[in-house]
């Protein structure tokens, strides 16, 4: 009689037992409200105030993120946020990857453009 080697009788379509379930567990489906929260407007006077607050420091600190929350009447993760997504926007803009040139030229240190040795030639 033709014998197998062992491989053959442990696949996923052999009725050996496995070491688990085969079969995906699907994801438990949430609604529009469970999944996120609505976007957050800020009024023409909060995002003044965190703009303000951005120009003088761009990372805020626990503490000034508590007092500045309770300032505009808003959640500290909003405020953190606001922060987070401001540092990408600008980030994103410039293109610069290296995040102590980004900390200098936000204050106002740094700002360095370069040119192409073809740009050199044709203004001479």
Not at 33 to 49: G, H, I, S, Y
Not at 82 to 105: D, E, P, S, Y
Not at 111 to 120: G, I, L, R
Request: charged content about 30%; some cysteine; proline content about 4%.
């Amino acid at each position: 009689p033709l014998v197998w080697p062992a491989w053959v009788y442990c696949t996923r379509y052999s009725d050996r037992p496995s070491s688990g379930p085969r079969t995906r567990k699907l994801k438990k489906k949430k609604t529009e409200k469970e999944d996120k929260r609505p976007r957050t407007a800020f009024t023409a006077e909060q995002l003044q105030r965190l703009k303000a607050e951005f120009q003088a420091n761009r990372y805020i600190t626990e503490q000034r993120r508590q007092s500045l929350a309770q300032e505009l009447s808003l959640n500290e993760s909003q405020i953190k946020i606001w922060f987070q997504n401001k540092r990408a926007k600008i980030k994103k803009a410039t293109g610069i990857k290296n995040g102590l040139a980004l900390h200098l030229m936000a204050q106002g240190l740094y700002n360095h453009s370069t040119t192409t040795v073809q740009d050199k030639e044709e203004s001479e």
